[in-house]
């Protein structure tokens, strides 16, 4: 009786394995097999001529120029705008806020609006930005908008970087005499900013890839100009690739496959940053 | 005169009454232990002294605490925690440097000058019997020191921004044989310029380095008296079965 449920547990086990096994084969399979696609029909289109085109008619000679500066310039705006607020907010409602029902409240919602589509923060940002605030369909409000999109990941990993940091460090901050500024600035932050740096590439590379709300406040679809301020209109390399893949002529869609090209070597690059910053730091802090 | 005084002390975690009606006196330049099981409250009164408690939420405090005859919660919190220092049980070195560790005290309270913040290091690095150790490598990593070392850089943090008292909550108790008795020759080195209060769970380190010991019960101080008489001669039958092992 014992060994024969043994060798079924065995069993059991080792069919989970192949299972486990067989769905992660399938899963990284249709990614390369949509890799290989991508890159088969759009590696050739990448020279310096397509990062330096201007959008046109003819395939041939479209570039993605004004949607990698737009794309650009819009990160830079989101950032300058989002990071501050984001911080912020994380270091006020982990290290002063009070741990009342009111705090779990506000914690549970940032958390849910990590969650909203993104669609739904470019109908916010169609009303308040564009309209209410009359920006108009400029650079500024699309910042504000991816802004309001990343914020609550920012806060959410500033709050668990801070969390991490141990009591056992505040305390000894503390018994010297440190006020809480004091505490929090020269041995709270520094020792979670690693967190924080990670969560907030990850919150970046999230911003990069957005296309939806963008559309839905109006960024343009064809814009020949680089943007040269907050107020001027702008496209951004998604749109650009939405815009590409919608067109019939069969030289577009391999513009578009070199356009996804540089949109994933761009994510991948942010990604390994965070992972390289994540893992420098810890290894700087371990115990 | 006391160095340091509790009257009447009463605290509450919550609805858990963790100090029951605590007066005790501490003489300067002492070494005093406090005893007991755990959760009798004995870390609990030492974190009174520097309001350490305040940190925790839902604490209640009644009672008094003088520091040199002036009421602890008259005194400005910050003032009181740097002239009574404090190390904890598990050593716990900043992410820094070991000059930086040392110098983090003083930088806290303004000090710019670099020669001075460089004396001062390193003689509170002597007085916590490290300099020998760490002389030539104070800009590595102090999390790349041993426990002992780390909790003797501990010390020498606190004893940077010069308290004239010193709270120790079990600083030996996550360190080797070797580390500990240390940390116990210093502590004997320490009770000529500093008071010392130890919270403790070794009672052959309380007789060794004690000259006064508090038993501690429940949340109740059982018995307080010199050291010698406590290991001797305990007056109540509970501190007797502790001091003796048979209990605790």
């Known amino acids: ?58 395939a041939e000679k479209s570039g993605i120029m004004t949607a990698l500066a737009g794309m650009l310039s819009l990160l830079f705006f989101t950032v300058i705008i989002a990071l501050p607020i984001g911080i912020l907010a994380g270091i006020y409602l982990q290290e002063y806020g009070k741990k009342n029902r009111l705090a779990k409240f506000i914690e549970i919602n940032i958390s849910n609006l990590a969650g ?5 923060y470019g109908i916010l ?95 343009l679809v064809y814009v020949p100009f680089i943007p040269e301020g907050p107020k001027d209109q702008f496209t951004t390399l998604p749109i650009q690739i939405f815009n590409w893949t919608s067109r019939p002529q069969a030289a577009f869609i391999v513009n578009a496959a070199a356009g996804i090209i540089v949109l994933l ?20 802090i371990r115990y | 005169m006391f160095k ?4 009447h002390a009463n605290l509450w975690y919550g609805e858990k009454q963790a100090l029951k009606d605590i007066s005790i006196g501490i003489e ?11 959760g009798c409250g004995k870390s609990t009164l030492l974190r009174c002294f520097n309001r350490m408690n305040d940190l925790i939420e839902n604490t209640k405090i009644k009672g008094e605490f003088l520091m040199d005859d002036t009421d602890i919660y008259d005194m400005d919190v910050y003032e009181l925690r740097k002239r009574v220092g404090m190390v904890f049980q598990k050593p716990n070195p900043f992410p820094k440097s070991i000059f930086d560790n040392v110098a983090y005290g003083l930088r806290i309270i303004g000090e710019k000058n670099r020669n001075a913040i460089k004396d001062k290091v390193e003689l509170s690095l002597k007085n916590a019997a490290l300099w020998d150790e760490v002389n030539g490598i104070l800009n590595k990593p102090a999390l790349s020191l041993s426990g002992g070392q780390q909790q003797r ?12 008292v010193v709270l120790m909550d079990e600083p030996a108790s996550s360190l080797d044989p070797i580390s500990t008795s240390k940390i116990e020759d210093l502590i004997y080195k320490l009770k000529q310029k500093f008071t010392i209060v130890i919270v403790t769970h070794n009672m052959q380190q309380a007789a060794r380095v004690s000259n006064k010991t508090a038993f501690f019960y429940l949340g109740e101080l059982i018995e307080f008296d010199n050291t010698e008489k406590m290991f001797t001669d305990p007056q109540n039958q509970r501190t007797q079965n502790y001091v003796t092992g048979r209990f605790g």
């Open chain 1, 1 to 58: 009786m014992k060994s024969y449920s043994y060798t079924r547990a065995k069993l059991t086990d080792k069919v989970f394995k192949y299972i486990a096994l067989s769905f992660t084969v399938f899963a990284l399979g249709v990614l390369v097999v949509l890799l290989i696609d991508i890159f088969s029909k759009g590696i050739a289109r990448i020279n310096w001529d397509f990062f330096r085109n201007l959008p046109s008619r003819h």
């Open chain 1, 116 to 120: 909203v589509p993104s669609v739904i």
């Open chain 1, 125 to 219: 940002g169609l009303t308040l930005f564009v309209r209410i605030l009359k920006l108009g369909n400029s650079l500024i409000a699309g910042a504000l908008t991816l802004s309001l999109l990343i914020l609550p990941i920012i806060i959410v990993a500033t709050r668990e970087a801070i969390r991490a940091v141990p009591d056992s460090l505040r305390e000894a901050s503390y018994g010297v005499g440190a006020t809480k500024w004091q505490t929090t600035s020269k041995v709270v932050f520094p020792f979670a900013l690693g967190g924080i740096l990670t969560g907030i590439i990850l919150a970046v590379s999230r911003a990069i890839g957005e296309t939806a709300p963008l559309l839905v406040i109006g960024a």
């Open chain 1, 265 to 284: 070597l761009i994510t991948f690059l942010l990604n390994g940053l965070a992972i390289y910053t994540r893992n420098k730091w810890y290894k700087k």
């Open chain 2, 4 to 7: 340091l005084e509790a009257r």
């Open chain 2, 28 to 38: 300067p330049n002492t070494v005093t232990a406090f005893i007991g099981p755990s």
């Open chain 2, 153 to 164: 850089l501990c010390i020498a943090r606190t004893l940077a921004i010069e308290p004239t």
